[in-house]
């Protein structure tokens, strides 16, 4: 909800307006927001929403009460928080909704912390249509008192049972996405294969998944978004590149606590052959796509 009259005005500085940060600074903007991005060619469509366009990340934290970040990855993270984190007041709260490294994330906001800055993981679920309708799903980590700074701003990008507060700490809402991802990955390339045999033994895929949707092994992944296959969709949204950069973070989190993970390593094995196979390319589903190149065959 929008502040009430009476209420004092946060001043909202947004990093990052590409395909995810331009829906979030939309419905961030009549709250009185900022941003700044790499690209400058995108400071029109930030006019364009209301909110004003700022030269630097260093320029957009300085006027900063609350800055969000929303990044592609771990790595253009930590290169704006260098620049963010010594120009922020002493007081400030970082927002960020970037899907990354817990480790990293954990540095960082240890030294936010040090700084006298509140410091709040959310990373999203979701795709561009999802952040410009305010319908995000988001996974919780920080302080009681951060969190509840944060929610006010949260409210206004999730969906009505959108945000699940994960633990104390900033680094608990990277490692639940990221196990939540890893799960999604591993259930689509799992659906894929299935599909394939039952495929060979002259079951048609379509009515397959329907069968199996309705069974014991069915996953969000093979009722939802599986079936995009059938249509050549592989789900552009998200970069296989992406897919394996979080699925190396679980890796790391599994030897980091000793823990054995085969069937999660199995699947970061075929997605990294399939960004061998083709690039850095967009498709949540091409692991699926390499397991029809191995079984010659296509679902579509």
């Known amino acids: 909800m929008p502040p009430s009259s009476s209420a004092p005005r946060?001043?909202?500085?947004?990093?990052?307006?590409?395909?995810?940060?331009?829906?979030?600074?939309?419905?961030?903007?009549?709250?009185?927001?900022?941003?700044?991005?790499?690209?400058?060619?995108?400071?029109?469509a930030v006019e364009a929403s209301g909110a004003a366009w700022m030269d630097s990340v260093t320029a957009l934290a300085v006027s900063s009460d609350v800055l969000v970040t929303v990044l592609p990855g771990p790595d253009e993270l930590d290169a704006a928080m260098r620049q963010a984190l010594p120009a922020l007041p002493e007081g400030a709260l970082w927002l960020d909704l970037t899907s990354g490294d817990p480790a990293r994330a954990s540095a960082l906001a240890d030294e936010a912390a040090e700084r006298g800055i509140d410091a709040v993981a959310a990373p999203m679920g979701g795709g561009p249509d999802d952040a410009a309708a305010g319908t995000l799903t988001f996974y919780i980590g920080g302080a009681p008192d951060a969190v509840d700074r944060a929610l006010p701003i949260l409210s206004r990008l999730a969906a009505g049972d959108g945000m699940r507060v994960c633990g104390p700490h900033p680094r608990d809402g990277h490692i639940v996405k990221l196990l939540a991802n890893a799960l999604w990955f591993a259930n689509a390339v799992a659906a894929g294969e299935a599909l394939l045999i039952g495929e060979a033994?002259?079951?048609?895929?379509?009515?397959?998944?329907?069968?199996?949707?309705?069974?014991?092994?069915?996953?969000?992944?093979?009722?939802?978004?599986?079936?995009?296959?059938?249509?050549?969709d592989y789900l552009e949204t998200f970069g296989v590149d992406r897919v394996v950069e979080e699925l190396d973070a679980v890796a790391a989190l599994a030897r980091a606590s000793a823990t054995p993970s085969p069937v999660l390593d199995a699947s970061a094995d075929l997605h990294r052959e399939a960004l061998a196979r083709f690039g850095p390319a967009p498709g949540e589903l091409l692991g699926v796509r390499m397991l029809e190149e191995l079984a010659r065959r296509d679902l579509r």
């Open 10 to 44: 946060v001043r909202i500085g947004v990093v990052g307006v590409g395909r995810m940060g331009s829906g979030v600074l939309a419905r961030l903007a009549p709250l009185g927001a900022a941003a700044s991005d790499l690209d400058a060619s995108r400071r029109e």
């Open 201 to 232: 033994h002259g079951l048609a895929p379509q009515h397959l998944q329907a069968l199996l949707a309705q069974s014991a092994g069915s996953s969000i992944a093979l009722s939802r978004h599986v079936p995009e296959v059938f249509h050549g």
